[in-house]
């Protein structure tokens, strides 16, 4: 059973920092493209930065390159995102997301309850 687990949000003033997680299990995590997402109340999930399988490649939204990082640790399931010099608009529920095959971009179904990030003095 697939399971996603984030954790790390909370409340930080502008310009400053949080690091998320996210602990999978129930699928080789390794042969996975991961990925965070993040929905604003109101508006739709939108991708923030995916990760392949090995670590090499990442992709980011236009609006968070530069300040955010995306990486894994395969040999504990664990995803991360490092978000720095945050802005009000970066405000969401963050949520982790697994491919839906094997080395494969994109999205699914799994997702975990996410993690509220808020941004505000």
């Known amino acids: 059973q697939v399971q996603l687990v984030e954790s790390g949000g909370g409340l930080v003033q502008p310009g400053g920092s949080l690091s998320l997680s996210c602990a999978a299990s129930g699928f080789a995590f390794n042969d996975y493209f991961m990925s965070w997402y993040s929905q604003a109340p109101g508006k739709e999930r939108v991708l923030v930065a995916d990760i392949s399988p090995l670590g090499v490649t990442t992709n980011y939204a236009d609006s968070v390159k530069g300040r955010f990082t995306i990486s894994r640790d395969n040999a504990n399931n664990t995803l991360w995102l490092q978000m720095n010099s945050l802005k009000p608009e970066d405000t969401a529920v963050y949520y982790c997301?697994?491919?839906?095959?094997?080395?494969?971009?994109?999205?699914?179904?799994?997702w975990g309850r996410g993690t509220q990030v808020t941004v505000s003095s």
């Open positions: 997301n697994r491919a839906e095959s094997p080395w494969f971009r994109g999205r699914s179904d799994y």
